[in-house]
């Protein structure tokens, strides 16, 4: 079973940076394009970022490159997301997903997901 999972969550003041990482134990993450998504109470899913196998191509959901930045390393086998100048607004589970079809990647559909990191900003 393909089971991402994230780590990195916790509660901050707003302004400050805060920096998430996923894994996928047990399998080889080179295989896998990897994307960052986030889901506030009482919202819909949005995507935040993908990033490409080798990490040569990356996505960036509306604004989100404003304050996001998506990044991997596959000889540590761990994609991050470094987020800084945090708002309230940006309380969310943070997700995430993986895919080894390419079709999937540049569609922004994703096959495995993480359980969730929860972040809280504070104001």
């Known amino acids: 079973q393909v089971q991402p999972v994230e780590s990195g969550g916790g509660l901050v003041q707003s302004g400050s940076s805060l920096k998430l990482s996923c894994k996928i134990p047990?399998?080889?993450?080179?295989?896998?394009?990897m994307a960052w998504f986030r889901q506030a109470a009482g919202k819909e899913r949005e995507f935040i970022a993908s990033i490409s196998w080798r990490g040569g191509t990356t996505d960036y959901g509306t604004n989100m490159r404003d304050h996001f930045s998506i990044s991997r390393d596959n000889d540590k086998a761990v994609m991050n997301l470094q987020m800084s100048g945090l708002q309230p607004e940006d309380t969310a589970l943070y997700f995430c997903?993986?895919?080894?079809?390419?079709?999937?990647?540049?569609?922004?559909?994703?096959?495995?997901w993480g359980s969730g990191t929860r972040v809280t900003v504070a104001s």
């Open positions: 997903a993986a895919t080894t079809v390419y079709d999937k990647f540049v569609a922004r559909k994703f096959d495995y």
């Open positions: 047990g399998r080889i993450f080179a295989d896998y394009a």
